[in-house]
Nanobody
Framework: VQLQASGGGLVQAGGSLRLSCAAS????????MGWFRQTPGEEREFVAA????????YYADSVKGRFTISRDNAKNTVYLQMNSLKPEDTAVYYC???????????????????WGQGTLVTVSS
């Protein structure tokens, strides 16, 4: 699976952005998908994840109620709608795919098999 993230940019605090992650391959619908973010010098941080069926989603506490992850298996794409953005949301955002996630493993980067190249989100105050 190859992943291509897009949609990042510069936005003012309180604004919105929608990130997209397009996947290649016919098996996209069998993968669980996640979004992580990273700032310089920091570990990659879990943001949101969605099961392969789209029926179950997970969010970091820091984004709950502001971000929404969704997927369109017909388009091989996963989305991250980000509302009420804050300066602390500034980071490079990565999408990732995992064939198998059990328990709370969705929150850990090490359990994901494939990664996109990242897209920069900058939120100005």
């Amino acid at each position: 699976v190859q992943l291509q993230a897009s949609g990042g940019g510069l936005v003012q605090a309180g604004g919105s952005l929608r990130l997209s992650c397009a996947a290649s391959g016919r098996t996209f619908s069998t993968y669980n998908m996640g979004w992580f973010r990273q700032t310089p010098g920091e570990e990659r941080e879990f943001v949101a994840a969605i099961r392969w069926s789209g029926g179950t989603t997970y969010y970091a506490d820091s984004v709950k109620g502001r971000f929404t992850i969704s997927r369109d298996n017909a388009k091989n794409t996963v989305y991250l709608q980000m509302n009420s953005l804050k300066p602390e949301d500034t980071a490079v955002y990565y999408c990732a795919a995992a064939q198998s996630l059990s328990g709370g493993s969705y929150a850990y980067a090490t359990y994901y098999d494939y990664w996109g190249q990242g897209t920069l989100v900058t939120v100005s105050s």
